[in-house]
């Protein structure tokens, strides 16, 4: 199966900008279109934002539009989402996951795995 290490987590002030990254290990990347999820404990985790297998086309949350941009490296296997003007409400583990979906269809997408996630926390 397919391995996705999320990295680039940290603590930011409100109103600052975090990058991520997630590096997906198979071949099959650049059939797959990439998303953004996140969760908080308690809660379920929730869709972010998407790229097309051409990172031409972009799809994501009303929550984030404006603020969060994602965007992937099929070169590198490598997906991206670029927050800025982060809120204390975007706080949680944020995970990448790709599946052979439209940008849209992406927030029901179910999968048998996920990475480790990594952890943004926003301070007000």
């Known amino acids: 199966q397919a391995r996705l290490v999320e990295s680039g987590g940290g603590l930011v002030q409100a109103g600052g900008s975090l990058r991520l990254s997630c590096a997906y290990s198979?071949?099959?990347?650049?059939?797959?279109?990439m998303a953004w999820y996140r969760q908080v404990p308690g809660k379920e985790r929730e869709f972010v934002a998407a790229?097309?297998?051409?990172?031409?086309?972009?799809y994501s949350a009303d929550s984030v539009k404006g603020r969060f941009t994602v965007s992937r490296d099929n070169a590198d296997h490598t997906v991206y989402l670029h927050m800025t003007s982060l809120k204390p409400d975007d706080a949680a583990v944020y995970y990448c996951?790709?599946?052979?979906?439209?940008?849209?269809?992406?927030?029901?997408?179910?999968?048998?795995?996920w990475g480790q996630g990594t952890q943004v926390t926003v301070s007000s």
């Open positions: 996951n790709g599946a052979e979906r439209s940008i849209t269809a992406m927030a029901g997408a179910d999968y048998d795995f």
């Open positions: 198979e071949r099959t990347f650049d059939t797959k279109t």
């Open positions: 790229v097309d297998r051409s990172g031409l086309s972009t």
